[in-house]
């Protein structure tokens, strides 16, 4: 069994591939598989975002609402991940795709309109977001990165339990890293290898 924990911006695109690329190996080797989306928040991340903007670093109000609209946007997907693991993936990927995709503006309207979208309980999901257990969720996640040693986001750590006690850290998460890990660790599913020969060699059946 595969452990990944995959450390991620909740308003980066390349975080968005990252678990894009997790996603399919979920969907290739989905017995052999456990993941989590973990959101990271530190320093560096606004120094980024701001540098990406070409805005004053040094600017602190604008600090402080880059800073918030960050973590308003990670106590949404926290908020989210009550309703089940599934509906908070849902709704994350709906709130990047909207703003990364669609250049839409983050906004309570916004967060909401994709909660009522992806079918969560949408008074519950209003309440949890402004709440002290997402708050202190969010603060149980960046304990977790610190003991991981995880500073920067798209970061994933890999356990395969049945090989080592110790994980592996991926700075870059893509489809051939991902691929070369299962590889290396003997986990590369026999469900995706029987479909690949199936395609390479189909079976007829003589009536």
């Known amino acids: 069994m595969l452990e ?8 980066g695109s390349r975080c968005m591939k990252s678990e894009q690329c997790i996603l399919k190996l979920a969907d290739e080797i989905f017995d052999h598989i456990s993941y989590q989306f973990i959101p990271l928040l530190t320093p560096q991340m606004i120094d980024q ?14 600090r402080n609402r880059v800073f918030q609209l960050h973590y308003q946007a990670i106590l949404d997907y926290k908020a989210a991940l009550f309703q089940g693991k599934k509906r908070g ?32 309980d949408v008074d519950m999901f209003g309440e949890d977001r402004r ?19 995880v500073d920067a986001p798209s970061t994933a750590i890999l356990y395969n339990a049945d090989v080592s006690d110790y994980g592996l850290m991926l700075n870059d998460v893509t489809d051939q890293t991902l691929f070369e890990v299962c590889e290396n660790q003997g986990l ?11 395609e390479d060699h189909p079976t007829f059946h003589i009536l």
């Open 4 to 11: 990944v924990y995959l450390f991620i911006n909740p308003l």
């Open 49 to 62: 975002q701001l540098k990406c903007d070409q805005e004053d670093g040094h600017n602190l109000s604008l």
């Open 89 to 120: 993936r849902q709704f994350l990927m709906a709130l990047q795709d909207a703003l990364i995709n669609d250049d839409e503006r983050y906004c309570d309207d916004l967060v909401m309109s994709l909660a009522d979208d992806t079918h969560l």
């Open 131 to 149: 709440s002290d257990i997402a708050k202190r969720a969010f603060q149980a996640d960046q304990r977790l990165a610190s003991e991981m040693k």
């Open 188 to 198: 590369l599913a026999n469900q995706a290898l029987a479909k690949q020969k199936q």
